[in-house]
């Protein structure tokens, strides 16, 4: 089943018949549903991506990237996950991909340092092509996807949900990934969805530092 973002491209899930094709996208995606309680934590979620988005409005471009950093920090504390990173590809060298903004819930980890893109082509592929990813494990990942597990398990990643950003309706400049490290990650229903959808309508304020 496939659906819009508005201007930010295909959201792809996975029906049960879809993700017992070998190989396909659906592979990587989590069989989702859609409960009252689903609706409930999708809107409070609005309700927080707005209250971030309206800190965007007005603000002194000293402080947007403060105030990038205190959103990816509250969507952190909101999922329960360990990293959130904001990565851009429009302005990077050819071949890699650069973080510009993050959040370390357990603030010890290293700054992200910039990425050859070959470590993760299929994670891009799907970024550019504009699809979300929701991985609850490394071996949910696709074949195709072989060098990428390695590379995250390198890096310790094992769940992730990524969704490409594209201010503007523009093809996408970049992805805003949210990982958790060495544990694996159930997304049980929909509400992570629609959470990445309301994170995605910001992305236009969330890229202007760039």
Not at 73 to 98: E, H, K, M, N, T
Not at 151 to 176: D, K, M
Not at 181 to 189: N, Q, S, V, Y
Request: with cysteine; hydrophobic share 40%; net charge negative.
């Amino acid at each position: 089943m496939t659906g819009r973002l508005g201007a930010f491209g295909p959201l792809r899930l996975s029906p049960a018949s879809d993700r017992k094709q070998g190989g396909s996208t659906a592979d990587n995606l989590v069989h989702l549903k859609v409960t009252n309680q689903t609706c409930a934590r999708a809107a409070d979620f609005e309700a927080l991506i707005a209250d971030l988005s309206s800190r965007f409005a007005n603000l002194p471009a000293g402080d947007i990237d403060l105030e990038i950093e205190i959103a990816l920090q509250r969507i952190c504390v909101y999922f329960g996950i360990d990293l959130a990173v904001l990565w851009q590809w429009s302005a990077a060298p050819p071949g890699s991909i650069v973080p510009s903004h993050y959040h370390d819930a357990e603030k010890g980890l290293e700054p992200p340092r910039p990425l050859d893109e070959q470590q993760f082509h299929w994670y891009v592929q799907q970024m550019l092509a504009g699809r979300l990813i929701l991985t609850r494990s490394l071996e949910s990942l696709p074949a195709q996807a072989a060098v990428d597990r390695e590379s995250c398990a390198l890096y310790n990643v094992r769940a992730a949900l990524w969704l490409p950003l594209a201010p503007g309706g523009e093809p996408p400049v970049g992805a805003l990934g949210l990982n958790t490290l060495g544990r694996e990650r159930d997304w049980p229903d929909a509400a992570s969805v629609f959470c990445a959808t309301s994170a995605a309508r910001s992305a236009p304020s969330w890229h202007c530092s760039g």
